[in-house]
T-cell receptor
Framework: AQKITQTQPGMFVQEKEAVTLDCTYDTSDQSYGLFWYKQPSSGEMIFLIYQGSYDEQNATEGRYSLNFQKARKSANLVISASQLGDSAMYFC??????????????FGAGTRLFVKA | NAGVTQTPKFQVLKTGQSMTLQCAQDMNHNSMYWYRQDPGMGLRLIYYSASEGTTDKGEVPNGYNVSRLNKREFSLRLESAAPSQTSVYFCASFRGTSSGNTIYFGEGSWLTVV
């Protein structure tokens, strides 16, 4: 069954330091995709990064990188050089069902990140 | 581009009332979703539509119905609202290309059932 787990309800990081947010997943599909989204206190959902299951290289987008370890079924988000504006809720999500023509996508419970000055 | 547009943005219902949340996207995407987000929690999938004419249950479908009216529009209906359905509802659409996937979200609809 499709499942996403984020085990860190809250994380603190010092400004300018790097932080890793954990995400593990479970699926029986061979083709799937993993996303990270940021939700600031204003409530909108902001796309950060995507990794396909067949992508051999870890995805990177500016200060965000996705540490994809397929055998361990983990897709951790690394934020380098944290900024005060990074304080937000972060969600990991998984899309499966490509082979069946659907794209069912579920989200984890989220990790709240606090960046300290 | 408007992206994903949801209406209404805010709604207060009495227990037992019905209402429909409207969603439209102008990006020609095939797949669309409805999620709910309870305070301090993650997004839970209610229903999704892989393509025009198809709908499937997500994680929490009970108490809801959906209609994929055409490729642009995907509506969510609460037939008999309950206080447990007080939540923020997000509509989203999916773009899949050879270079990657992205899910685009609406701004959310705040629903309170009293």
């Amino acid at each position: 069954a499709q499942k996403i787990t984020q085990t860190q309800p809250g994380m603190f990081v010092q400004e300018k330091e790097a932080v890793t947010l954990d995400c593990t997943y479970d699926t029986s599909d061979q083709s799937y995709g993993l996303f990270w989204y940021k939700q600031p206190s204003s409530g909108e959902m902001i796309f950060l990064i995507y990794q396909g299951s067949y992508d051999e290289q870890n995805a990177t987008e500016g200060r965000y990188s996705l540490n994809f370890q397929k055998a361990r079924k983990s897709a951790n988000l690394v934020i380098s050089a944290s900024q005060l504006g990074d304080s937000a809720m972060y969600f990991c999500a998984m899309r499966e069902g490509f082979n069946t023509g659907g794209f069912k996508t579920i989200f984890g419970a989220g990790t709240r990140l606090f960046v300290k000055a | 581009n408007a992206g994903v547009t949801q209406t209404p943005k805010f709604q207060v219902l009495k227990t037992g009332q019905s209402m429909t949340l409207q969603c439209a996207q102008d990006m020609n995407h095939n797949s669309m979703y409805w999620y709910r987000q309870d305070p301090g929690m993650g997004l839970r999938l209610i229903y999704y539509s892989a393509s025009e004419g198809t709908t499937d249950k997500g994680e929490v479908p009970n108490g809801y119905n959906v209609s994929r009216l055409n490729k642009r529009e995907f509506s969510l209906r609460l037939e008999s609202a309950a206080p447990s359905q007080t939540s923020v509802y997000f509509c989203a659409s999916f773009r899949g290309t050879s270079s990657g996937n992205t899910i685009y979200f609406g701004e959310g609809s705040w629903l309170t059932v009293v």
